[in-house]
């Protein structure tokens, strides 16, 4: 019945479009968001594809869509080689997905009754059930937990338990929604190697904000900003865009406040600037990433602008671009 | 088929089979977590009994419809006791997966709805046996007497009361699934029944407007059914038209559901709300 592993491509959108009704109190209309627009991309059997943007790009959307959760106001796509809105009973015979979050569980019955009670519903039998309820809960590390009702998890640890359960039926292809989120450092990695195992026996489309995540693991990234793909290709690839640019870090060791809006926007307009940034770092510096193709011409620019209102730098860097950084350059602005 | 070699599948019939019993066991367990909510049922039954009771003591009405006040009443609950369980058990469950999140989950799962809901039903009917023993006791207390002829009778009058209950809370499903609030619709639709259904008052003192809409009503003929095959010595041959239009508005709510269910998928999945609380 599966019919995936001989496909070159899992997953295939064309033009994907979906427009979301604004609703206000009651029956009123707030008109309308169009949260993905003709988005169109295709992820080969047997390798994880990414899908990176900033809060609101539609990421969420276009996967609740692929899943068949969500109908596409325009535009089609195939899971397996069928198609999402007429075959989605097909579809999702061949489909695991983790929308992540708090929810999605039952919260009074223990991590492995979740399990069972999944398994049941994807039509396993009682042994299948079992044995790989036991396979999922060791790779997500939480045998020793799995007896323990899910309301008194932490957020990691429903994380976690979200992808066993959409990996229960051991669907040929997987859809997560943000699978590290909420995780710390350790978890976030062994998760990712977990994630990482499962091809070439499986394709993963996921979703992420963190960069370096789609890095290491994607063989394939797509840049959505407001629903739209902005950049496309691997990693390497989309770093590659601005490979002749270099990143510049401006440090000052103070809080700005209001001038800081107005400094990052006098660099913004600098010649030969594309892109910049500020963040206020955990010990209470400011930062401002500048990206730019001439470092030398740029960097007499923005410390002339800094010295104008008073400010004094406590440290520079000049650097290599990151993803991230691509990002600051596509969109024109910082990626969190 | 199975894309783990290891994975085994049941038959279509084994697994909506196990989708029935498996959500029944889940909802009973997931019912007892706190003990409250296994005396709640029972103690509130009791007290809406007597409060009834008492209601027809002080307007000094002892016979109802030819049986005493307490008879009548009993059964009546019985009535009560299974509309409030099903309604309220798959109104109240479909609520509950739509707030942990889960609904999304059972909607992407290749289950059969209809067995889900079912067993929601059921768990419904079981959390509704421990009321019916307590108001058979209060029920004798009170002065209830029963005269059965017939016991086959009283078997299939219950199966349709239940039965009759469970269709028509099967055409609210959808109403549930489709709606934010489902528990809340569950509730406006929980007292109108025991009027029109005649599980207080006798069907016959209703409006003609009510005793009209009424026959729609399969929990209407089922109660009929119960009364006379438990208080008066019915027969199944005394019963039966009573039985035939459970069954047949039965099905009518059945087809229903079933029509409704498919509707109300595809609605979900154009308005992008089944994972909204
Ligand atoms: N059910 C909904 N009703 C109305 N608008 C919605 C709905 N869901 C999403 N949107 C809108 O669609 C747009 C895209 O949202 P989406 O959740 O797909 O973004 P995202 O990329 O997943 O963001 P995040 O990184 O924050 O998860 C947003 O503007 C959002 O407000
Ligand atoms: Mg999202």
Sequence with gaps: ?336 | MSAHPGVRYLSPAGHWWATMTATLRSQLFIDTTYLISIIRQPLGGAIFFLLMWITYQASGQSVVAGTSAAGFLLIGQVGVEAWGSTIWASGYAIQHERSLGTIGALFLSPASRVAVILGYGVSGFLWSLPSLLVLLILGLIAGARFAVADPLAVLAALVAVYGGSLAVGFAFASAFILSRRGNLIANALQTPIHLLAGFLVPRSSLPEVFQAISNVIPAAHSIDALRASTLNGASLGDIWPSLAATLATSLGFVVIGAWGLRRVEFAARRSGSLELY
């Design chain 1, 1 to 336: 019945m599966t019919s995936s592993h001989q496909q070159a491509n899992a997953i295939v959108a064309e033009r994907l479009h979906r427009v979301y009704a604004k609703k206000g109190r009651w029956l009123r209309s707030q008109g309308e968001v169009v949260a993905v627009e003709e988005i169109s991309f295709a992820v080969p059997t047997g390798t994880i594809f990414g899908l990176l943007g900033p809060n609101g790009a539609g990421k969420t959307t276009t996967i609740k869509m692929l899943s068949t959760l969500l109908l596409p106001t325009s535009g089609s796509a195939t899971v397996g080689g069928h198609d999402i809105v007429r075959d989605e009973r097909q579809v999702r015979r061949q489909l695991g997905v983790v929308l992540g979050g708090d929810r999605g569980l039952y919260d009074k019955l223990s991590a492995r009754d979740n399990l069972v009670y999944f398994g049941t519903l994807y039509g396993m039998d009682a042994p299948s059930i079992k044995r790989r309820a036991n396979e999922v809960l060791e790779l997500v590390k939480l045998q020793d937990r799995a007896a323990e009702r899910v309301e008194g998890f932490s957020r990691g640890m429903k994380q976690r338990l979200h992808l066993a359960k959409s990996l229960i039926h051991d669907p040929p292809i997987l859809i997560l929604d943000e699978p590290t989120i909420g995780l710390d450092p350790n978890a976030a990695v062994d998760l990712r190697e977990a994630i990482a195992a499962l091809v070439p026996d499986h394709t993963v489309l996921l979703t992420t904000h963190y960069m370096h995540e789609a890095d290491l693991l994607c063989r394939e990234i797509a840049i959505v900003d407001h629903g739209r793909i902005v950049a496309r290709g691997t990693p390497r690839e989309v770093k590659g865009l601005v490979a002749e640019d270099r990143r510049i870090e401006i440090t000052i060791n103070q809080a700005l406040d209001g001038t800081a809006a107005t400094i990052e926007r006098e660099i913004a307009t600098l010649p030969g600037v594309r892109g910049a940034s500020r963040e206020v770092l955990e010990t209470g510096e400011t930062r401002f990433t500048i990206l730019c193709a001439e470092p030398t011409l740029t960097l007499d620019g923005a410390l002339a602008a800094l010295r104008a209102h008073g400010v004094a730098v406590s440290a520079v860097e000049v650097a290599e671009p990151t993803l991230e950084d691509a990002f600051l350059a596509i969109t024109g602005r910082s990626f969190e």
